[in-house]
């Protein structure tokens, strides 16, 4: 049995890529298979907690004992965090949410029309879900602990102490992405205020219950476990 640091404590945690309709056959989506937002879900699970995972479109077994809210676009994954947030003391952004969005889904499948004129999209930003969560009062007061993650192709711990900061958020997580995504191992830089742990190569459900416990370590809640 794992350790019980995270008794009592309430979880929600994003995973998975989202999927931005273009008309209704089509969209644009990425490759995140959620499998280190699953892994975590699991572990927090394991560590005793009450645990909400919002999925994005993805194939993987919802982890035993976890309530799962399944989504496609990066609007109802908002929508679903905020229908849940109120309920948790900790939020887990791991999902790969996308930036942009077309400005409007076209209500009937795009044809081609013979001109030989390809369509144009126009895009629109899309919420950023973990800096909206990270900017609420009670994240702001300290009764939501907010983690996000990084995926960056190079300068990892770098760029992971800049979005700390820039999203607002106690605790971010940096991994080499894209090459983690799909893959059963990765490997984390857990930034804080403080200070830079570093979590070697392993697989991603290894390495999500050492950041359970990296998590319960900075909230207090190992102490009797
Ligand atoms: O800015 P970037 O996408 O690199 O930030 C990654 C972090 O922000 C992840 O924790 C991701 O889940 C979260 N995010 C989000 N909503 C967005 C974009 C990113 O929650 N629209």
């Known amino acids: 049995l794992s350790p019980q640091v995270l008794a009592g404590q309430r979880v929600l945690i994003t995973a998975g890529p989202t999927f931005e309709a273009i008309d209704p056959v089509r ?5 995140s298979s959620g499998k280190m937002g ?12 009450d645990v909400t995972l919002v999925a994005g479109p993805v194939h993987l077994r919802t982890p035993r004992g976890v309530h799962r809210v399944d989504v496609r676009s990066a609007q109802q994954m908002l929508d679903a965090v905020l229908a849940h947030v109120h309920e948790v003391n ?6 790969a949410v996308a930036d942009w969005r077309p400005a409007q889904a076209a209500t009937h499948k795009l044809k081609k029309d013979g001109s030989g004129q390809p369509p144009a999209l126009t895009f629109v930003e899309n919420p950023d879900i973990l800096a909206t969560v990270a900017a609420s009062p009670r994240a702001q007061r300290g009764e939501l602990y907010c983690v996000g993650f990084a995926a960056e192709s190079h300068d990892v711990l770098a760029h992971a102490q800049a ?5 607002g958020v106690p605790l971010l997580v940096g991994n080499i992405g894209p090459a983690t995504f799909g893959r059963d191992d990765n490997a984390l830089w857990l ?18 219950r050492q950041l359970v416990r990296e998590i319960a370590r900075r909230l207090g809640t190992d102490a009797g476990a």
């Open 90 to 95: 900790i939020f887990i952004a791991a999902a």
């Open 27 to 31: 969209g644009i989506t990425n490759h």
């Open 191 to 208: 930034v804080d205020e403080r200070e830079t742990v570093e979590l070697p190569p392993a697989s991603k459900i290894a390495l999500a």
């Open 163 to 167: 979005k700390r900061v820039r999203k």
């Open 38 to 49: 699953f892994a975590l879900a699991r572990a927090a699970r394991e560590a005793g907690a």
